[in-house]
């Protein structure tokens, strides 16, 4: 399975993304679907996770602006980022878990948020 992230771009603050990670295989066997990013000299960090069951969890720098879900019809989950701010420039990564121990990871997406 191979994971595809797209979706990044300039962005002014307070703009809003949506980032796209598309499955090559079916989604609906992962075990838990994440979004990670990361900015130069700092270590990846995670921003958003849901499981196959549909429970979410959040970074507290973006709980209440960006809303993670999927769509196993379209193998795809997603990153609604609100309300962004500088802080939030970084590429992006999607990752997935599947039966609890094989890992996917997509190549990246770089978002930048600068007037």
């Known amino acids: 399975v191979q994971l595809q992230a797209s979706g990044g771009g300039l962005v002014q603050p307070g703009g809003s993304l949506r980032l796209s990670c598309a499955a090559s295989g079916s989604i609906s066997m992962f075990n838990v679907m994440s979004w990670y990013r990361q900015t130069p000299g700092k270590e990846r960090e995670l921003v958003a996770v849901i499981t196959q069951g549909g429970s979410t969890n959040y970074a507290d720098s973006v709980q209440g602006r960006f809303a993670i879900s999927r769509d196993n019809a379209k193998n795809t989950f997603y990153l609604q980022m609100n309300n962004l701010n500088p802080e939030d420039t970084a590429v992006y990564y999607c990752?997935?878990?599947?039966?609890?121990?094989?890992?996917?990871w997509g190549q990246g997406t770089q978002v930048t948020v600068s007037s």
């Open positions: 990752y997935a878990l599947e039966r609890l121990s094989v890992r996917y």
